[in-house]
Antibody, heavy 120, light 107 residues
Framework: QVQLQESGPGLVKPSETLSLTCTVS????????WTWIRQPPGKGLEWIGY???????NYNPSLKSRVTISLDTSKNQFSLKLSSVTAADTAVYYC??????????????WGQGTMVTVSS | AIQMTQSPSSLSASVGDRVTITCRAS??????LGWYQQKPGKAPKLLIY???SLQSGVPSRFSGSGSGTDFTLTISSLQPEDFATYYC?????????FGPGTKVDIK
């Protein structure tokens, strides 16, 4: 059974870079769209972006200038970097696996989520 | 970006009730829509993909319908474990966008 697990600092200072890693266990990291999604406290879900196993990426335009998603197939991990953070970036960050092959387009596996607070 | 709206934003229902949640897209998205259930402190869980296909392991009391701009999620007989927040997600184009959620709580 594939499992995803986020890891990284729970507290980041304003203007610094948020860095998270998602470790995929129980399966290969190939052939899926590995995605980051976030959820501010008490609010809805926001798609941040993905990386495909080819290395291609796609980011939410609202965050594009600050986001980098990378992949380390040797470690079965993918990572998120979000620069110049502010309090508005405080959220639970989820990593998720997206299937994108007709007829199925969906996030079928999720990590448990990790809370990141931006505060000095 | 495609905007997703949901109605109602919240509802109160009893065990055994039939519950319907509506999701509307700001433009046509074919049937590229999913429904997710989220319980407090947990990650979302996929219920329905391609508007009407039930994800493996999801109880058959959940069903989805619609295409184009208007979609519905129906729970035929609400169970205690179904009290949660439900989100739709358009998977038609980027950026992927979620609806604001519908919270289903106990009446």
């Amino acid at each position: 059974q594939v499992q995803l697990q986020e890891s990284g600092p729970g507290l980041v200072k304003p203007s610094e870079t948020l860095s998270l890693t998602c470790t995929v266990s129980g399966g290969s990291i190939s052939s899926y769209y590995w995605t980051w999604i976030r959820q501010p406290p008490g609010k809805g879900l926001e798609w941040i972006g993905y990386i495909y196993n080819s290395g291609s990426t796609n980011y939410n335009p609202s965050l594009k200038s600050r986001v980098t998603i990378s992949l380390d197939t040797s470690k079965n991990q993918f990572s998120l970097k979000l620069s110049s953070v502010t309090a508005a970036d405080t959220a639970v960050y989820y990593c998720a696996r997206r299937i994108a092959a007709r007829p199925i387009y969906a996030f079928d596996m999720w990590g448990q989520g990790t809370m990141v607070t931006v505060s000095s | 970006a495609i905007q997703m709206t949901q109605s109602p934003s919240s509802l109160s229902a009893s065990v055994g009730d039939r519950v319907t949640i509506t999701c509307r897209a700001s433009q046509g998205i074919r049937n590229d829509l999913g429904w997710y259930q989220q319980k407090p402190g947990k990650a979302p869980k996929l219920l329905i993909y391609a508007a009407s296909s039930l994800q493996s392991g999801v109880p058959s009391r959940f069903s989805g319908s619609g295409s184009g701009t208007d979609f519905t999620l129906t729970i035929s007989s609400l169970q205690p474990e179904d009290f949660a927040t439900y989100y739709c997600l358009q998977d038609y184009n980027y950026p992927l966008t979620f609806g604001p959620g519908t919270k289903v709580d106990i009446k």
